[in-house]
């Protein structure tokens, strides 16, 4: 008697499409063993990671050479005070203090600074904990990371992202290879920690691409044991004296397209006087190929065949010129230091003139210029130069008094452009280098001083 019931719910379901997709879904699940694909894991929370380091991360401040208020990051690297911050941060800086995460702030004192590496040493009258480490070696491409910095002056700031790149090159005078990530950074994050999911520090914070002074997704971070091996060098001697060759070179590969009969190589393009490559007898169009008795392909070869030498040391390379190879040995020298960014600074022409007469106006702005690149035009009214009102005919001997004289951090200008004033500090156009004006364009960027 209950057949029928059976059978019109059956009826029923048969040409249902849903159950019928289900029901072979499930029968090829049971026929061919297909499991269904597994859950993706939940993102990585960074809170409890950021908890772990943040009591020894600090803020770098500073005045001095214009340049004053929060400047950058850092973290406590070993007990007893230790800080590691970035060169660039405390570059030209007369004061330095630390603001410590309670808030508090101190003088700090710099034991050691390494330009080529990016890496300064300060010490701390406290003893916040050190930070734990973990090998950037062990990096791969993906690995979620964070930066925790103090970027546009937010203090304390945390951004997640994951490594692009675990050992990029960037710089063909260094020899270290940097972490790539695309957590935000912004100035402000240098020196500060790159850490991982479980809150060790993997790298530190030194740089965006491309000199973009905003976050453009490509963060470099200098491998945590390269910092290491600086810093204890700096806390060990005080300093650390690179080696010099004088020379200016450039990768064969760079001129291949115009030269294409040169081989693969270092090209010399310079050779400084009285330098020790003169001395070795190394000349301009000399073309490197092997340092030590290793293989030379480009500068940063080089870079790194100089990075265990001190000066004092030898260094063998083998140069070819007309077919003919040889070898020569040069005793290496100490690296100049870089003027202090506390010196004063050369004169420098800003661009700008002014209408003759009494007034204020600009007549032209020169390209090329820094008020050229600043945007200034035409037509903007001049206010006042380095704090000092124009008044009367005094806007043009203001300005040229400010170009004789610049102030370490650049020249003030008020300008006003219809109903808007704006503060404009404008300092001298960068070069290629101090001591090569010459060549300065697109195309000399490969060349590089060693």
Partial sequence: MTFP??????????????????????????????????????????????????????????????????????????????????????????????????????AARVVGVDELSDVAVLRVPADPPPVGLAPAGSLRRGVAVAAIGDPLGFAGTLTVGHVSSPARPFDETSPYDLVQHDAALNPGSSGGPLIDAEGRVVAMNVAIADG???????????PIEVVEHIADRLLADGDLARPRLGLRLRAAATLRAAIPSLA??????????????????????????????????????????????????????????????????????????RQPATAAPEAVSLGLDLEPGASRRIAAVAPDTPAGSAGLAAGDELLAVSGRRVEGEGGASLLRAAEAAPAPGGVALLMRRGDVTRLVVLGPRGRLDADAPFGSNAEALSSHLF
Avoid: K, M, Y
Wanted: hydrophobic share 50%.
């Fill in 212 to 222: 973009a002074r905003r976050h453009v997704g490509i963060g470099l971070a200098l």
């Fill in 5 to 106: 019931t059976v059978f019109r719910i059956s009826s029923a379901r048969r040409f249902d499409p849903t159950v019928l997709l289900l029901g072979t879904l499930a029968l090829a699940a049971v026929l061919f063993g297909v499991r269904p694909a597994p859950a993706a894991p939940p993102p990585i929370d960074f809170a409890a990671a950021a908890e772990r380091v943040d009591p020894s991360c600090v803020g770098i401040l500073g005045r001095g050479a214009g340049r004053s208020g929060d400047r950058g990051a850092g973290f406590v690297l070993r007990p007893g005070g230790i800080v590691v911050t970035a060169a660039h941060v405390v570059a030209g800086l007369g004061e330095i203090a630390v603001r410590l995460a309670d808030g508090g702030e101190v």
């Fill in 264 to 337: 693969a190589g270092i090209v010399v393009e310079a050779v400084e006087p009285a330098s020790p490559a003169a001395a070795a007898g190394l000349e301009p169009g000399d073309l490197l190929v092997a340092a030590n008795d290793r293989p030379l392909d480009r500068p940063r070869d080089l870079a790194r065949a100089l990075e265990t030498l001190r000066p004092g040391d030898e260094l063998r390379l083998t140069a070819r010129a007309a077919e003919r190879e040889r070898t020569v040995t040069i005793r290496l020298a100490a690296a100049p230091r």
